[in-house]
């Protein structure tokens, strides 16, 4: 079963507009963190956001927030006032604390296109 | 801003010869992994790295993939006999705890090219 899943291939909205990337996962181990990941064209990994599992506030980030739905089991990453520059791949990533040495385990991505 | 550098960018190589991508962590980290992203899909783990051994890899990494910390600032992955499908992006990662509130730290990449 997918540890992660990002129900979004692709995703537009319009400049200035906020947009909600999906994410889902499953997992047994109590203590886990949730992160995002954006990938720009040019490729490199870059850290938005992270979700611990016992915080009690949404993580914030600037103009990225993380919607931390623990019962649904779903972390949706909200961009505020979106720009051209957020075009790009979002990448949803969980950590199990539990006898892990912090890998990180990937969703499949959702591309995310601001039109102007 | 202290950072994860990888070099090559990029490497072409023919099938069956033998490639190093080489990773310099940010010097405080302890923890250091590596990644493939196959172009158009997911990052996949491969190996996790720490106190001088490998704690864990995935079933990627099979007899063909090594990892090394040979001078204790670089941290290489090495392909024995590459493959047409070991075409991929490799991401190295460090960070400095392998729980809690901390990311893992990406370089910008190494795109394998094999032909």
């Known amino acids: 079963a997918q540890k992660i899943t990002q129900t979004q291939p692709g995703m537009f909205v319009q400049e200035k507009e906020a947009v909600t990337l999906d994410c889902t996962y499953d997992?047994?181990?109590?203590?886990?963190?949730l992160f995002w990941y954006k990938q720009p064209s040019s490729g490199e990994m870059i850290f938005l956001i992270y979700?611990?599992?016992?915080?009690?506030q949404n993580a914030t980030e600037g103009r990225y927030s993380l919607n931390f739905q623990k019962a649904r089991k779903s972390a949706n990453l909200v961009i505020s006032a979106s720009q051209l520059g957020d075009s790009a791949m979002y990448f949803c990533?969980?950590?199990?604390?539990?006898?892990?040495?912090?890998?990180?385990?990937f969703g499949k991505g959702t591309k995310l296109s601001v039109k102007p | 801003e202290p950072e994860v550098t990888q070099t090559p960018s990029h490497q072409v190589t023919q099938m069956g010869q033998e490639v190093i991508l080489r990773c310099v962590p940010i010097?405080?980290?302890?923890?250091f992994y590596w990644y493939r992203q196959i172009l158009g899909q997911k990052v996949e783990f491969l190996v996790s790295?720490?106190?001088?051994?490998?704690?864990?890899k995935s079933e990627i990494f099979d007899d063909q993939f090594s990892v090394e910390r040979p001078d204790g600032s670089n941290f290489t992955l090495k392909i024995r006999s590459t493959k047409l499908e070991d075409s991929a992006m490799y991401f190295c990662?460090?960070?400095?705890?392998?729980?809690?509130?901390?990311?893992?730290?990406f370089g910008q990449g190494t795109r394998l090219t094999v032909v």
């Open positions: 990662a460090s960070s400095p705890r392998a729980q809690g509130n901390t990311e893992a730290f």
């Open positions: 979700q611990g599992s016992y915080d009690q």
């Open positions: 997992t047994s181990d109590p203590s886990y963190g």
């Open positions: 990533a969980m950590r199990e604390d539990g006898g892990s040495q912090g890998n990180l385990i």
């Open positions: 010097s405080n980290h302890l923890y």
């Open positions: 790295f720490y106190n001088n051994e490998i704690s864990e």
